[in-house]
């Protein structure tokens, strides 16, 4: 089953302010997960984040921490972002489908699509959303997780494949969003 928009929730994983800047092509990164995420508040797509130990890393980076709801924001020390409050939101929300996105690919990303697929969700990475320090290790990271059952997608497939239809009443906002 490819996307659908009653199925899927958004998992934001430790774009924090100590950590971004230390990720290949970061800037990049940024601009990428900011078109996503306002595209999936445009098709009203329930978002979760995680921050890695906040106390020493920092916050979600602003701009991003603006399109995701305090309450949906979580502290964790685990590598995975597959935490029980996590956990709870989709269970909740009865979500199936989760658009994976974050740094650091190899690390928390892997983990965290590593507990979803055992836990039965289907999970889709888009390629500009994810980084690592190391292009190599994020590119590795990304090959293992195509090989165990993960999709990897881009931002406009994702945004395409949830609006279904140019009759969609977000088209044009979402077009206007990828322009």
């Known amino acids: 089953m490819f996307l659908k928009r009653e199925d899927t929730a958004v998992l934001v994983i430790d774009i924090q302010e100590r950590l971004l800047k230390a990720m290949d ?44 709801p305090d309450e949906n924001i979580y502290s964790k020390n685990s590598f995975s972002g597959y935490i029980p409050a996590i956990k709870n939101h989709l269970n909740t929300w009865a979500k199936r489908s989760i658009l994976l996105l974050g740094i650091e690919a190899h690390v928390c990303i892997f983990q965290t699509c590593c507990d979803l697929l055992e836990d039965g969700y289907s999970v889709y990475i888009p390629i500009e959303c994810v980084s690592s320090r190391s292009h190599l290790h994020a590119k590795n990271a990304l090959r293992l997780m195509d090989k165990i059952g993960a999709w990897i997608v881009n931002v406009e497939m994702v945004l395409f494949a949830l609006l279904k239809t140019k009759d969609a009443p977000e088209f044009r906002q979402i077009l206007d969003l990828l322009k």
Not at 35 to 43: A, D, E, F, H
Request: glycine share 6%.
């Open 25 to 68: 092509n970061y800037k990049q990164l940024l601009k990428d997960t900011i078109k996503l995420l306002k595209g999936c508040t445009i098709l009203r797509l329930p978002i979760l984040a995680t921050e890695q130990y906040p106390k020493g890393l920092g916050p979600t980076v602003p701009e991003l921490a603006s399109l995701i």
